[in-house]
């Protein structure tokens, strides 16, 4: 049965038979505002509404195709989207998959040493524990977006979940480097399925306003505690249990996820199909990018491997590129970052993640090795960050956003950022480093926290229905992807850093001048993206939208 619903405020939508992520605004009193449809809703555009509104006759209301019910009879019999209850419970499902896959970027950080231990692993083979899962991950993320599109997003969903879950598994299980750095690439792909498909379920399951902005809000609070609970729990499980917890406990995550997607709203499918020849080249080019710039910082930019790697690298970047300009189904459609809002806050999402990576493992390497701490205080330390990020995200960010414009808060949020990385600048290996670890990561916290939100916010802002997880993916691709070759890069800047300490130089201190001058380095890319987020955001208040939030 097809209903009509209206509402005596006047809220309107988006386009008529769309899919997934509507901004709310507001029209005239006694506008339609919703489409019931078999137990889904729909956001009819204002022009249609105000069709309808003007002619609500049998002939207007047949030519919509959406019954013949009067607007008075439908004003009473109309229900809301979805109980309030059931949206808890959806907020819950998605938040927990999106901090569990996101926190494994980092949960093994603290547990590397013991890892190397236990599985005789070189140090030049070490890095790929994390850089196998950040560059699957982030590679394969816009295959996974489109996916979702095409063939169900809650479908996809749980088949991510799956995949993490065995993968995760696999790695737990592991008894040499290569089969653990196999299962952390499998993760990845898990990962990069699910992580897209989640955030296209939180448009499709919220209605547009107060309530999606309070789930983005959330997701996006997820997304910036994920990295920092990772080497909270990680230090945990390392110390108490054993690093091969750091990978068995997503299992009984995954499993309460899994079994909570029923209350998800699919949304509606899309026609095409998926880019694998984009998605081989993106991820094929930037794992090479990324091994040529590790292999430099020992071999040099002369070597050969290191020349023939970043040739590869270029030409299959290359002919990504030309496969998405030229293909019939490209994996980034050019309709997603023509608007130059969102182009914007993928940038700055790439600028926010190069950093945020380095910054941890830069921090995690003074803490265990310069000073020595154990995994636990470690891992500990990094509280204030969690803290800052959720008062960031949660608090600060919605209440900020309804106040000031995208492109003010986003800028507001990467200046603390950038302070907060010159308040590590001040790491020496005599002091006590709480004095500035503390305040530094809480002031950090709650920029990186601010940015989080509003960028997410930003990068999905106005984009069709059938680009939702396109668009959602690419969120996720930027910030993963910084994430691996900002490291490579700030490692390199790190590495030249400490060998340019004059000879006889304490190693504490050599290490130390290394790793502040990294963290700094990062520091100069949040700046960065102030400037891009000045020149690219909105800098007008959407008055509609901020009544909503």
Partial sequence: MRRLGYDKYGAQGGDFGSGTSRALGLAAPGNVVAVHVNGGTTYPSAATRHEWARHPTPETLKTHRVGLMSLQEETRVSPPPQAGQKLGLALLVIAAAQLMLVLDGTIVVVALPSIQDALHMAQSDLNWVLTAYALA???LLLAGGRAGDLFGRRRLFRLGLVVFTLASLLGGLATTGTLLIT?????????AIAAPAALSLLTTTFPPGAER????GVYGT???LGSVVGLLLGGALTEYLDWRWVLFVNIPIALAVLAGTGVLVEGERESGKVDLPGATTATLGLGSLVYAINRANTDGWTDGVTLALATVAAVLLVAFARIQRCGTDPMLPPAVL???GRAGANLVMFLMGAGMVATFYFLTLYMQVVKGYPPMLTGLAYLPFAIGIGIGAGAIGPPLLARVSERTATMAGMLLAAVGMAWFGLLAPDQNAFAV???????GGIGLGISLITATIAGVHGVASHNTGIASGLINTTQQIGGALGLAVLAAIATAATGSRPTGTALPIALTHGYTAGILAGGALYLAAVLVAALTLNPRVDRQEAALR
């Fill in 137 to 139: 991950f982030g590679g």
């Fill in 183 to 191: 299962a952390r690439a499998m993760q990845g792909i898990g990962a």
């Fill in 338 to 340: 023509a608007d130059r």
């Fill in 213 to 216: 902005t309070k789930a983005l």
């Fill in 222 to 224: 997820m997304g910036g």
């Fill in 437 to 443: 670890l503390l305040p530094a990561q809480l002031v």
